[in-house]
């Protein structure tokens, strides 16, 4: 399993980025998928995922500003970012859990929000 993010990069505060994570094989092999984050000096964290059955979670910190989607035919999750905020800055990972429950991660990629 390959997990490939793109969409990063530098916006400024109250802008939006599209992030997006495309996985090779069936997205029904995966029980979920989601998006976590890593700013400098801290833990990483959930921000959103997804289930195969549509279900989605959302970190406080992002409810109401973020979306998570998917595109079954391209196998893609998509992450929408809205009114980012500097906080939200960090390495944003997509995850992936198998249905054999083996946890998949991609590169990361670099989000910056300037003020």
């Known amino acids: 399993v390959q997990l490939v993010e793109s969409g990063g990069g530098l916006v400024q505060a109250g802008g939006s980025l599209r992030l997006s994570c495309a996985a090779s094989?069936?997205?029904?092999?995966?029980?979920?998928m989601g998006w976590y984050r890593q700013a400098p000096g801290k833990q990483r964290e959930l921000v959103a995922t997804?289930?195969?059955?549509?279900?989605?979670n959302y970190a406080d910190s992002v409810k109401g500003r973020f979306t998570i989607s998917r595109d079954n035919a391209k196998i893609t999750v998509y992450l929408q970012m809205n009114s980012l905020k500097p906080e939200d800055t960090a390495v944003y990972y997509c995850?992936?859990?198998?249905?054999?429950?083996?946890?998949?991660w991609g590169q990361g990629t670099q989000v910056t929000v300037s003020s």
């Open positions: 094989g069936s997205i029904f092999s995966f029980t979920a």
């Open positions: 995850n992936a859990i198998s249905v054999f429950a083996t946890n998949y």
């Open positions: 997804i289930t195969s059955g549509g279900s989605t």
